[in-house]
């Protein structure tokens, strides 16, 4: 026969390993979700059209100029990227490094990279994952270019 001391210390432990349990299992969804990468920066799930006038940005006059444009509470306040592939095509991509948040470098088109100099992430002119210790891609905005009024119209978060 146990003694009762031998009995409560047993209940104990299993209760505290229970509660341990369940605080575990509670808090992992949060954890996750905070690891990964979010389509949505700012919280929102509507993204808002925003109008660039190319016409306004000389670095985009010509196929493989680039600019960074800041639009006041989108994309974490941080720059996005835009990218002229070609004289009807631009790529528009996140400056907000998924891996820690900070801005990534300036592309370097001749080597057709984006670098975050806080860790050494690397990404392709497309916005993928070249190497870590992020693990996720650039966030790519959805984009149509007007070549007849020279607007450029951005679906930003």
């Known amino acids: 026969m146990q003694s009762n001391s031998s009995n ?51 670095e985009l006059q010509n196929v493989n100029g680039f600019k960074k444009i800041t639009f006041s509470g989108k ?3 941080l720059p996005i990227i835009v990218i002229r592939k070609s004289t009807t095509e631009f790529t528009v991509l996140s400056s907000h490094c998924p891996h820690q948040g900070c801005e990534v470098d300036n592309p370097v088109i001749s080597s057709n990279s984006i670098s975050c100099h806080c860790h ?11 190497n870590g210790p992020s693990n996720s891609p650039l966030t790519r905005f ?11 119209t951005v679906q930003i978060y």
């Open 8 to 58: 409560r210390r047993k209940f104990l432990t299993q209760s505290v390993s229970l509660i341990g349990a369940g605080l575990i299992v509670s808090t992992m969804p949060a954890l996750i979700n905070s690891c990964s990468s979010s389509t949505s920066p700012n919280g929102n799930n509507n993204p808002s059209p925003m109008d660039i006038n190319i016409a306004s940005y000389p």
């Open 120 to 130: 050494g992430s690397k990404y392709n002119l497309d916005g993928g994952l070249i």
């Open 75 to 77: 994309n974490f306040d």
């Open 142 to 152: 959805t984009n149509t270019y007007n070549s007849s009024t020279n607007i450029l």
